[in-house]
């Protein structure tokens, strides 16, 4: 049985925003952090960036420039970094993790 469409398009679309992130990042020097659930959506988000160049859950830039995938409820980087949040948050674990995460990041959302 093959997967719904829907799941492609959503790790589609994540994928180009993951790409966008890391040309924003490239070009400006700011720090992009792409919040997703701990679920497979999340796990290949952050498989997709350290293919591509990242160490772990952070590729960083010749300019200063990084993006970062995490689940982690713990908020980290510096405090302007821009927050990109993906994926399904449906608990409320999730939502505190967001609200943490939204009080930290006082960058541009969707930057």
Same mark, same amino acid.
């Given at each position: 049985m093959s997967k719904p469409k829907g799941v492609s398009v959503e790790m589609a679309t994540a994928s180009a925003q993951l790409q966008s992130a890391r040309i924003k990042s490239s070009q400006d020097g700011l720090w992009r952090i792409i919040l997703t +659930? #701990? =679920? +497979?959506? &999340?796990?290949? %988000?952050? $498989? *997709?960036l350290e293919a591509v160049g990242g160490c772990g859950r952070t590729e960083t830039f010749p300019n200063g420039g990084k993006v970062s995938v995490t689940s982690s409820s713990e908020p980290f980087g510096n405090s302007d970094a821009i927050l990109i949040v993906m994926g399904k948050w449906q #608990? &409320?674990? =999730?939502? $505190? *993790? %967001?609200?943490a995460w939204k009080a930290h990041c006082s960058g541009v959302p969707n930057g």
């Open positions: +659930p #701990n =679920d +497979p959506f &999340g796990r290949m %988000l952050r $498989e *997709t #608990n &409320g674990i =999730d939502v $505190e *993790t %967001l609200m």
